[in-house]
C-alpha cells in the first residue's frame, strides 16, 4: 500500500511545509475543515478557509536514487534513449513530476522514450517548481 503525503508551497511567503503536520493541516484547510488551520497560518483574517494561500502536491510513494521522497511538482534529472543515425544513444534529461488524470497515474515531462515509472525508479530530485524555476529554463 503507498503512503498518502503531502507537501505545501505558501505561495504568499514563498516557502515549503514539508512536515506531515504542516501538509494534512493545508489539505484540511483547503477542504474546509479548519482544525489545525489556524495554528499554521493557512486560514484568513476571519478563519476561512483560504486555499489560495498555499498550492498541495502529493507523494508518488516512490523515492529516486539518493531515497530522497519523489513529489508532484519536483524537478527531476534523469537518462533517456534518443535513436540517432547510428542506433540508440543516452541523453540526460530534466523532468517535472506531474500528476496525469488520462493515465491516472504520475508522470514526468520531457522523456523521450523511457515510461514515466522507468524514470521515477532512477531518477534524482534536483529542485522543485516553486524554488527553483531556474532548472526548467530551455528545458521543457
Do not use: H
Not at 35 to 60: C, H, K, V
Not at 71 to 79: A, T
Not at 81 to 94: A, F, M, V
Amino acid at each position: 500500500m503507498r503512503i498518502i503525503k503531502y507537501r505545501a508551497w505558501r505561495t504568499d511567503e514563498k516557502y515549503m511545509v514539508t512536515s506531515d503536520v504542516g501538509a494534512l493541516t493545508a489539505l484540511r484547510n483547503c477542504y474546509g475543515n479548519k482544525g489545525l488551520a489556524e495554528q499554521a497560518g493557512f486560514s484568513n483574517i476571519d478563519n476561512q478557509p483560504n486555499p489560495d494561500r498555499f498550492i498541495l502536491m502529493q507523494y508518488t510513494g516512490r523515492k529516486d536514487i539518493n531515497d530522497k521522497e519523489i513529489f508532484e511538482g519536483d524537478i527531476v534529472s534523469f537518462d533517456d534513449c534518443t535513436s540517432t543515425e547510428s542506433g540508440y544513444c543516452e541523453r540526460g534529461c530534466i523532468g517535472v513530476v506531474e500528476w496525469c488524470n488520462e493515465t491516472v497515474s504520475f508522470e514526468v515531462s520531457n522523456r523521450l522514450s523511457a515510461e514515466s515509472y522507468e524514470v521515477l525508479d532512477e531518477c534524482v530530485v534536483i529542485g522543485n517548481i516553486y524554488e527553483n524555476p531556474e532548472l526548467l529554463e530551455g528545458k521543457e
